[in-house]
């Protein structure tokens, strides 16, 4: 979410005050830092980056420099307390704010706050998106209203609210317009997504009858969303993985814990066993769908036996992937009141339990890939490949690319590289290709797994 909104920052500020992202941020007229609260390392990472900045300013005093994002919203004027050289404070929903704030700080050299939740105004501000390659991020709902207790997100972006659907869909022609070929329907809680109709807003639409309209946008070839809450997942939902093929056989499903005590501790208002109920519903109606999930140790309280029930849980599922954190007590949350017993040392001996076997389980979800066709979506060059990798590949394939892209052989070989797609479960695949084909959807044989991608060989 964040990067997504990092690179509408840059939309908007192009647009209104032709600044252009530079890559020498020594030489920057404004900085903006864009910033994340949701675990405590982040958030100290604010403060170390602006005491950076701050000797930039003290060069060149007309610098601008701005703090936007979750630990905005959270620490506001206390941000200008601790850094009083920071000019702009801007929250995740006022970030379309930005231009006027810009204005204000130019013309009146006075620091500027504004982390309100002004909501569904933000997207109206906007400029329209730039497609950055065949993939894209659009945010369908924003905010969240499950209040898991160690989490901060509702009190840094506000309560859930879902952009109106013809908004979305718009924003989605656009993007495949300009050569989009995969959405990615993006929010903290997307399934609980419910947008208006002009007219109609009596009747809302759920996520999954807007995945069915997002399908039906011209050129839009795969559809992906993320987050997911195990409790909000509906009927209309498997039915959509069974009848659009369009939707990538992939979920992302945060289940936090396998314990039903320490569930029941972080309000998330389901069960082990309804979670593994949802999972059998996901597998029977897209069999090779592909799972991965978000996992917290150390919350407080967490015995022994509860870290074994999370242990089991990842065993018995198999995640393609998942994610895993310490708990972070975060300022103003409830789980910040438990009592926590824990030792450090034991939290981190957890984690790494916890990795090592997720890693196991990543890898026999990889390695089953291996001799397997898989669609890719070629999103980008990889790395430089060296010329003789490319001369030592078979002619056959060379011949194979050239049926694709409609391109001589000859005048492609110079563009041979490294390239990278995501298959439909979500696997990244490295594989040489010419770069005509960024952007195109093609065949790829597996024929190596590794930790965190695959490799593989185009083919048809
Ligand atoms: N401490 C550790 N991890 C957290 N997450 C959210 N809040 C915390 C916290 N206080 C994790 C959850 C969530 C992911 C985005 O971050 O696993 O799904
Ligand atoms: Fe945080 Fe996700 Fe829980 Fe919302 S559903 S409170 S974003 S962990």
Redesign the pocket.
Known sequence: MNEYDSTRIANLLLASHNLELTTTPEEADVLLLNTCS??EKAQEKVFSQLGLWRIWKQKRPNLIIGVGGCVASQEGQDILDRAPFVDLVFGPQTLHRLPQMLVDVQQHRNAVIDTSFPQIEKFDCLPIPKAEGPTAYVSIMEGCSNY?T????PYTRGEEFSRPVVDVLSEITTLATQGVREITLLGQNVNSYAGIFPDTEDTTVDLAALIRYVAAIDGIERIRFT?SHPKDISESLYLAFVEEPKLAGHVHL?V?SGSDRILAKMHRGHTVSEYLALIERLRQSRPNISIST???VGFPGETAADFEDTMELVDTVGFDYA?S??????PG?P?IEYPDSIPIAEKQDRLLRLQALIKAKTQTANQRLVGSKQRILVERQARKTSQQLIDKMDKSIQELASSITGLETESMDKHWQQLAGRTEQNRVVNFIGPLDIIGRFVTVHITEALPNSLRGILCN
């Open positions: 949701i675990r898991c160690y989490c901060i997100v987050t945060p936090q978000d996992l917290i994610y954190f310490i708990y972070s007590p975060r949350t789980a």
